[in-house]
C-alpha cells in the first residue's frame, strides 16, 4: 500500500471517529436515546446517596485492640498510629496487616483451641461445663481480663472500618471471644445463677447482633452472626 492509500485510509478512519464523537456529544447534550424511566432514575439516585451514618460510638478501635491490656483512653490515638502505617506500607492483598502499636502493650490470655469447652457453631455447651466445672472455673478467672474487654463492646453501637482504603486487609481478632462469654455464662448457669446467665448470653448475644446490623464490612457481618448464634 502506497502512501497516498495510508493517507486515505488514515483521513478515512478519522473523519469516522470524528463523526461518533459529535454524535456521542449530541445525543448526551440533547437526550435523543431514551431517558432512564422513574423507577430507574430513583434507583440511580439511590446509588448516589451517601453512606448512611452507622451510629455515634464506633468499636473498631476497642475491637482491633481486644486482646491487647491498652487503655481505653488510648485505643484511638492508638488506630490513628497504626491507619498511618497501614497507609504507609503500600498495597498488599496477601499479607494481612498486623499492629505496630499493640506491640507496646501486654497481650492478654486468649483460649487455645484445644483448651475450649464451648466452640462456635457447637451445641452441649452447658453440660460440657457443668460435667468439667473446675476446668471451667479455673478458665474463667484466667481469662477475665480478656473477657472484660469483650464485655466492654456492649458499650458500642457500631462497626465501621478504620483504616484507610487499600487491596490491603486487615483481620479483626476472633479467636476465644465466644469461648470466653459462653463458659462464663454457662458456669453461672450451673451454679445455679440462671437469671444471671440469661442476662450475660443475651447481652453477648445482642451486642454481636447489633454490630451485625450496623457495620460497613461484610466480615463483621459474617463474624457477628456467628457470635449471635453460639
Known sequence: MGSTARMRWFIR???VLFVVACAWAANFHYGWLPR???EQRRALDVLHEPNPVLGERNAFAAWWFLPYDIPVAELDRLLREDA???AAAGDDPVTP???????AFPKLDVPATEERLCPTW???CLDRVASAAEQARTADARFAPFRARIESLASFDHVSYGFPASDRFVILPSDGIAEVALVHAALLAADGDADRALVEACR???TWRRFRAHTDLLIVDMVSVAFASA
Open 97 to 103: 496487616f498486623a499492629s505496630k502499636s499493640a506491640t
Open 122 to 124: 457447637s451445641s452441649g
Open 204 to 206: 453477648f448475644g445482642g
Open 84 to 86: 498511618a502505617a497501614f
Open 13 to 15: 478512519i478519522t473523519f
Open 36 to 38: 432512564p424511566s422513574d
